[in-house]
């Protein structure tokens, strides 16, 4: 039994959900839109603002379905209407981050700058030389964004030394000790 499938979506006003031919979901709101493919196994049903989500047997694959394809539409009508936000910090003597138009520069000790162009629908700021912000509508894209930019220096375990999400930690080895 899916108890994250049975939920219903209450859908907020200023939000129009459409449900397309092949369960392709369409969620327009305020900050913009976005477009998912549901299986089409999945029967979706709008009534009075609420969007449930059937599945058609008690097959494993019909279960496993059935609550992705209700958060996967839950966080569609997040991202619409407050939209998604990831927060990374950078640690680590000489190493920065800088914005240049639609670019971001990072400085992570290697003999060279990391120059990341933003992708379409993604917004990255730059508070701090030591701090990057990821704002966008969709989870997925904003979540996979930061993850690459995390990726080209993890923190090190002796020294913390590299790039981390806020409110990460950071199991510390101690390092050789010298006579």
Excluded: C, F, W
Aim: no cysteine.
């Amino acid at each position: 039994m899916s108890r994250i499938g049975l939920n219903p979506i209450n859908i907020p006003s200023g939000v129009e959900v459409q449900i397309k031919d092949n369960n392709v979901v369409e969620v327009k709101g305020p900050k913009g839109q976005l477009v998912q493919h549901i299986d089409p196994s999945m029967e979706l049903k709008i009534e009075d603002n609420v969007l449930t989500i059937a599945r058609p047997t008690e097959n494993k694959r019909h279960r496993s379905l059935h609550g992705l394809s209700r958060t996967l539409i839950s966080n569609m009508i997040v991202g619409v209407t407050e939209g998604y936000s990831k927060s990374l910090e950078i640690e680590g003597t000489g190493y920065r981050a800088q914005k240049q138009g639609n670019k971001l520069v990072l400085n992570l000790g290697y003999s060279h700058p990391i120059e990341m162009e933003d992708p379409e629908g993604i917004v990255v700021e730059v508070p701090a030389a030591n701090k990057i912000v990821i704002n966008g509508i969709d989870k997925q894209q904003v979540g996979n964004y930061a993850a690459v930019i995390r990726g080209h220096r993890k923190p090190e375990p002796y020294k913390g030394k590299g790039v981390k999400y806020s409110g990460e930690y950071i199991r510390r080895k101690v390092g050789k000790t010298g006579k």
